[in-house]
């Protein structure tokens, strides 16, 4: 029902669509981080080899490079994109070998951002002409460490969103938003 509802949201939007047909690949967004540059997808219980195969089939100018994923939901369970070229990360060992991982399977450099908790690493950044730099994170009275963290982007207009409810279901703030880059005509 969920992918139904999504297609034709994208539909009414004009957008391209891609099925993954083979019955073999699972693909879970919660997996996939692009960090503008080129796509990590995390190998988890619900994504797999095919699924990362036919990513990088579909965006053939990115390089695809997959991480695997223990005790966790998925890859974006404890890191996300906190700016153009900021990886926020979570500190626990399978977050910070996950990293470690992505730094070398890619040929860029990125900034990271080390938040003391893994679910506050799940956040959202936004470059908006009128506003620049915009980060939703966690709320301080959910996760007031990794808040402070966040605090330190002074570049960034940053906007704290209590999640706790939605998290009760694995609900976190990028498995609950599609962000579509196009005309403000909607």
């Known amino acids: 029902k969920q992918v139904e509802a999504m297609k034709r949201v994208l539909e009414s939007l004009n957008l391209n669509i891609v099925e993954m047909v083979d019955e073999n690949a699972t693909l879970d967004g919660g997996d996939v981080l692009f960090t503008g540059r080129e796509f990590f997808v995390g190998l988890s219980r619900r994504t797999n080899q095919r699924g990362a195969e036919i990513l990088a089939d579909t965006f053939k100018d990115y390089a695809v490079s997959t991480v695997p994923v223990h005790d966790s939901l998925h890859l974006k369970s404890f890191c996300s994109m906190a700016g153009p070229n900021l990886i926020a990360i979570g500190s626990s060992e399978a ?52 808040a402070k963290v966040f605090e330190k982007l002074k570049d960034h207009m940053l906007i704290p969103i209590a999640n706790t409810e939605l998290a009760k279901v694995d609900g976190s703030l990028t498995c609950c938003s599609v962000l579509i880059n196009k005309a403000s005509e909607l």
Do not use: F, W
Request: negative net charge; hydrophobic residues 35%.
């Open 95 to 146: 977050a910070q070998k996950a990293l470690k991982t992505m730094q070398q399977m890619s040929d860029h450099r990125y900034d990271k951002l080390t938040v003391p908790d893994d679910a506050a690493a799940n956040c959202i950044y936004l470059n908006i002409p009128s506003k620049g730099h915009v980060l939703l994170h966690r709320a301080p009275e959910e996760y007031p460490e990794s």
